[in-house]
């Protein structure tokens, strides 16, 4: 392998005996080694002698049963037995914690996909955004009491004052919802996402001006590619609607203060964990939605709408519809597992890039008309939201 060090200690086959791992640990000191630097603990033998450190062994599943470790040795110039046995190991909890995030969004995301596809499916033949909000919330609520009275889940332990602390949060959830789906229900998918994709931009200004917090220049200066963008692609958009854009608009708005207030909620008393706060977020929700649904739409144009999708697509549209509310359900389900491991910030950088993939998917499926203009504003947006990553950490 790939280099040397210079030793002012021990050295020979005694050496690894005379100083267990932890103090070699503790002897090879960051900043010389940097190539040995896979686990972000860098190793050095101070010294006389220059040292060669051998290929790493047991590194992946393969060759360990330990697939978080690897081991090398190091060598003194011209020996062929190694003078120190190295072994690295990364944090385990760290890993397995990165790794349960990873398959957290990847799943999120590819639910959202399907959900936005069906969603949009059935808003195209039956355009009652009311309803089909109504419909997904009841279908979360639904899945989540018969998981709790078959014990797949366990019911969770609430008090008046959880359910207090959770109206908040379920006001905005249901207007963010509905609003969205308004949107969708006037423009292209792709479109109502790149509008959302300014998310963080709504976070820093009700964190700025609604909760007094401060931020370095560089968060404010990524706002600008972001705003921009988001107002390139508006501007550019061959369909605009203004409902379907300040139906995005007010999505954005709404979810920021869901985001804020679920996050203290879930960490304010007993935690009763991601899904089942999001279960119990669905049954507020819905009985909010419930009276507006009727009051704004109603069940007689639902049933004039429902035979006439009906008889457009067939039976099939009964499924586009169960689909779009389970699908809705789950990906919530699986966001709010991943917002009770990780800040509101990464939540909502996972969510923008969750809207890469919403947003190509759609165009594909939909075969939505995008001049270069409008797809350089969403680019600009979400490259926006990467800056904004950065100049936040
Ligand atoms: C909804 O209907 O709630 C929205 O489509 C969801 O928007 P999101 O992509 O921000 O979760």
Known sequence: MAFSANQTYATGPKFAENFPKKTISTLLKPHNFPTLNPCKKNYLLPQHKPLYISSATGFGPARTRDPFSMRCNAYEAGRSQPVVPISIGFDREEAAQKAK?????ATWWALNVVFNIYNK???NA???????STLSLAAGSLIMLVSWAT???QPPETDLQFWKNLLPVAVAHTIGHVAATVSMSKVAVSFTHIIKSGEPAFTVLVSRFLMGETFPLSV????LPIIGGCALSAATELNFNLTGFMGAMVSNLAFVFRNIFSKRGMM???SVGGMNYYACLSMLSLLIVTPFAIAVEGPQLWAVGWQNALSQIGPNFIWWVVAQSVFYHLYNQVSYMSLNEISPLTFSIGNTMKRISVIVVSIIIFQTPLQPINALGA???ISGTFLYS????
Do not use: D, H, R
């Open 268 to 270: 304010k008393g007993k």
């Open 126 to 132: 039956f355009p009652f955004p009311w309803l089909t």
């Open 390 to 393: 950065q100049a936040k950490q």
């Open 121 to 123: 499916k059935v808003l």
């Open 220 to 223: 404010y200066l990524s706002l």
């Open 101 to 105: 995030i990873g398959v957290y969004f």
């Open 151 to 153: 014990n797949i889940a």
């Open 379 to 381: 680019a600009i947006a």
